[in-house]
């Protein structure tokens, strides 16, 4: 369990930088065969060796790797720890679901008392005013 909390911590600590998180949405709508590191650059205003620095944090992380093919090291974006995060973010989900249900549950059984009581006033007002009509 601690191997997956940490790894979570590198993973969602990568993605808090807006650039790495725009290069993961690159790599994720991109070519299956992968981008070179030029490729990936092009659209930032940073040096490639930024965009290294970037890429070996999202590499650490988990969430992109590289392989050889030929002469380029094309960049892949790894799939496999979105269903890490996904599955952490999921339980949360739930838990919080689960805890508005049983708020709507205990707002819709206060709100029928609270209609029960309306209802029960004033049939008495009514009997009052009947009564004294």
Not at 36 to 45: G, I, Q, R
């Amino acid at each position: 369990m601690v191997e997956h909390e940490d790894r979570l911590s590198r993973v969602f600590s990568a993605l808090a930088d807006p650039t790495r998180r725009d290069m993961v949405a690159r790599l994720a709508a991109g070519s299956v065969e992968g981008v070179t590191v030029s490729e990936l650059a092009a659209p930032y205003d940073v040096s490639l060796q930024a965009v290294s620095k970037h890429l070996k944090v999202l590499e650490e992380a988990g969430l992109v790797s590289r392989s050889r093919d030929a002469q380029r090291r094309p960049v892949h974006l790894d799939a496999e720890v979105f269903d890490l995060m996904t599955k952490w973010i999921e339980r949360y989900r739930r838990q919080a679901e689960e805890r508005y249900q049983r708020l709507d549950t205990l707002l819709d059984r206060l709100q029928g008392r609270d209609n029960d009581k309306y209802e029960a006033e004033h049939e008495a007002e009514n009997r009052d005013k009947g009564a004294a009509g």
